[in-house]
């Protein structure tokens, strides 16, 4: 069936780069997400790559799509205490979105 | 784990008519609920943020009068398409937050409900 699995905790030192993976098990997934939720707050869109692309980058964010091997990254460049909050990745399966867990990224100094 | 159940699935409906979608956390309470929008090939889109016992708080650009939120009691919150148009044709979901934090914090999603105005 459809999944998509991330790992549930992630911490970094400020300045170091993040990596959040993410693996899905559709293949026909046309787009994946990277969202990002704040404390209290809703989802908001991060990035998105499409499932012909390898890499997107984003100013300090990019992402990494192996489709082979059905596993997604994003990196964040230079952490920041801002950058503290859970990352979901998605795939885009048949009529709906498939959401991950969730990786609590912490920044600490 | 923490279920979330939304609504219909699917509906189709005429044009002019109103649409109810409900979202209920199942085995846990949800003070917020957040409601979301995506039009075919595109992203998730933040609608509101649906507050249990006050008025919901609407992105940028969406209509209030056109999308109403209800959140009435802990585990429930619905969202009224009002007047429906086939522009507004597209996929919703809702999310909860579970009022007693366990330290995450994460959403809990449901399903989806895909609406089509004909």
């Known amino acids: 069936g459809e999944d998509v699995e991330q790992s549930l905790f992630l911490s970094v030192r400020e300045g170091d780069s993040s990596v959040i993976n993410c693996t899905y098990t559709?293949?026909?997934?046309?787009?994946l997400y990277w969202y990002k939720q704040e404390p209290g707050a809703g989802l908001q869109l991060l990035t998105y790559i499409f499932s012909n692309m390898d890499m997107k980058q984003d100013q300090r964010l990019t992402v990494l799509l192996n489709k082979k091997d059905k596993h997604l990254s994003l990196r964040i460049a230079d952490t920041q205490t801002g950058d503290s909050a859970i990352y979901f990745c998605?795939?885009?399966?048949?009529?709906?979105?498939?959401f991950g867990a969730g990786t609590r990224l912490a920044v600490h100094p | 784990g923490a279920v979330v159940s939304q609504h219909p699935s699917w509906v189709i409906c005429k044009s002019g008519t109103s649409v109810k979608i409900e979202c209920r956390s199942l085995d846990f309470q949800a003070t917020t609920m957040f409601w979301y929008r995506q039009f075919p090939k595109q992203s998730l889109m933040l609608m509101a943020t649906?507050?249990?016992?006050?008025?919901?708080?609407?992105e940028q650009g969406v209509e209030k009068d056109k999308f109403l939120i209800n959140h009435a009691s802990l585990t429930l919150s619905t969202l009224t398409v009002t007047s429906a148009h086939p522009e507004d044709s597209s996929f919703y979901i809702c999310s909860a937050m579970p009022t007693v934090r366990t330290g995450t914090e994460k959403l809990f999603f449901g399903s989806g409900t895909q609406l089509s105005v004909l």
């Open positions: 559709d293949s026909s997934s046309t787009y």
């Open positions: 998605a795939e885009s399966g048949y009529n709906k979105l498939i």
């Open positions: 649906s507050n249990e016992g006050s008025k919901a708080t609407y």
